[in-house]
């Protein structure tokens, strides 16, 4: 009954809305089977190591990922094009769940991607839509205390001592989190950022294998952490219809030029940022 007096205008809004949340999870969806479709074999990556001169260099990488499991086709393309990853490398999927809050001790959930010599875990780091994401300037430190709980609980759990083991860091008393202690170097005051360094106390009774991952990963926190991200571009295959390559590099192009990169969206500072570009041909 309102149309004619101007309730038209709030019909085309909605309208014009809607077609932007479709277009944008038709693209969401499409990279995601992508990605979905094309994961690294990670064994056969560590074995073409020696063949394509892959080095590992100091300091920890977390490579974000879309993918709760699996490792994404960037890391690969990355590799391909820089044969070189961190000491201690970290696949990082960032998850939002449906709850006001998440307490700190159930954030992270860590696990061991292959065998303990290569240093490579996944960690699932879940937010309530009331959470400030990286905001408490330690996230990087909550996060290498938790992969320290998970070694150490592995080491007691058998149960946990397989390729698929997980851990969720909530309710579970660790030595290695009671015992690791830390010294706070303040840095310039203009800053106000904080430097911690991690320091593993004496412990005869502690496995030699894991006392020396452990180690590792201690020292891999010194040279700094670099955050390894995609800088995704979706383009149409040349096959696909008008109405296709419309939606994709016309539509979908210009709304992710003008939207916030995920790089602003989890507060990660640029100084510590490596994007890596790659296209998507869906």
């Known amino acids: 009954m309102k149309v004619p007096q101007g309730g038209w205008v709030s019909l085309v809004l909605s309208f014009i809305f809607m077609v932007i949340m479709f277009v944008w999870h038709y693209r969401t969806h499409k990279k995601y089977n992508f990605d979905l479709h094309n994961k690294v074999p990670l064994r056969c990556l ?3 190591g020696p063949s394509v001169g892959i080095v590992r260099v100091p300091g920890i990488g977390l490579v974000y990922s879309e993918l709760a499991t699996g490792v994404p086709a960037i890391f690969s393309h990355f590799v391909t094009n820089l044969p ?10 960032v998850k939002s769940i449906s709850v006001p809050y998440v307490s700190p001790e159930e954030r992270f959930l860590i696990g061991r991607i292959c065998r303990r010599p290569y ?14 994401q990286r905001d408490d300037g330690d996230f990087e430190n909550q996060l290498i205390q938790s992969i320290a709980v ?7 759990e058998p149960t ?7 851990c969720l860091m909530g309710g579970w008393p660790s030595l290695t989190l009671q015992s690791l202690r830390s010294s706070y170097d303040q840095e310039i005051p203009q800053t106000r950022r904080r430097q ?3 320091q593993l106390p004496p412990n005869p009774a502690m496995d030699p294998s894991v006392r020396e991952e452990l180690l590792d990963l201690i020292g891999a926190k010194e040279p700094g952490v670099a955050n390894i991200m995609g800088h995704s571009y979706v383009k149409a295959r040349r ?10 590099d016309i539509i979908c192009s210009f709304l992710r030029k003008n939207c916030r990169g995920p790089s602003v969206a989890l507060n990660i500072p640029h100084i510590s940022l490596i994007e890596v570009g790659m296209t998507y041909y869906v």
Not at 84 to 93: E, K, N, P
Not at 120 to 132: E, N
Not at 150 to 156: K, L, N, P, R, S
Not at 160 to 166: E, V
């Open 150 to 156: 998970f070694i150490q609980m592995e080491a007691v």
């Open 119 to 132: 240093r490579m875990y996944w960690c699932i780091i879940r937010y309530a839509y009331k959470d400030i």
């Open 84 to 93: 070189a990853f961190h000491s201690v490398l970290v696949f990082v999927y």
């Open 239 to 248: 096959s696909s219809s008008l109405l296709k390559m419309l939606v994709i």
């Open 160 to 166: 946990l001592s397989s390729s698929d083991s997980a």
């Open 46 to 48: 560590l074995g073409l």
């Open 196 to 198: 911690v360094r991690f």
